[in-house]
């Protein structure tokens, strides 16, 4: 729903970076909501596994942005080495994973 919310404001790909990104995958790929990126972490073994018997980097321990706000000025990030969530500024830059459901 975030994804087709961005995609509806005008210049959106110049205005938001990281929904871009994603959005340069291919039909369905996303940036994932705050509790999206929860469930991600919770299954990182399987996935990482995954990722790296196919060609592809690992999910590290890094801060990943989520797609979910806080207000207009912060969003929620993720933080891959212990699990937690916090708001940050959208000023800042983090990493992004797009993701695709299937």
Same mark, same amino acid.
């Given at each position: ?56 980097? !690992?999910? &590290?321990?890094? @801060? $990943?942005? %989520? ?7 912060? +969003?929620?990030?993720?933080?891959? !080495?212990? &699990?937690?969530? @916090? $708001?940050? %500024? ?7 994973? +797009?993701?695709?459901?299937?």
């Amino acid at each position: 729903n975030n994804m087709a919310t961005i995609k509806g404001i005008s210049d959106w790909r110049g205005r938001y970076p990281a929904f871009s990104w994603c959005s340069n995958y291919g039909e369905g790929w996303y940036l994932p909501a705050i509790n999206e990126l929860k469930a991600i972490y919770n299954n990182r073994a399987a996935i990482n596994a995954t990722l790296e018997a196919n060609g592809y980097a !690992s999910l &590290g321990t890094d @801060y $990943y942005w %989520s797609s979910t706000e806080d207000d207009s000025g912060y +969003a929620y990030k993720l933080d891959f !080495s212990v &699990g937690h969530s @916090y $708001y940050y %500024s959208k000023n800042n830059s983090l990493n992004v994973r +797009a993701v695709l459901a299937f």
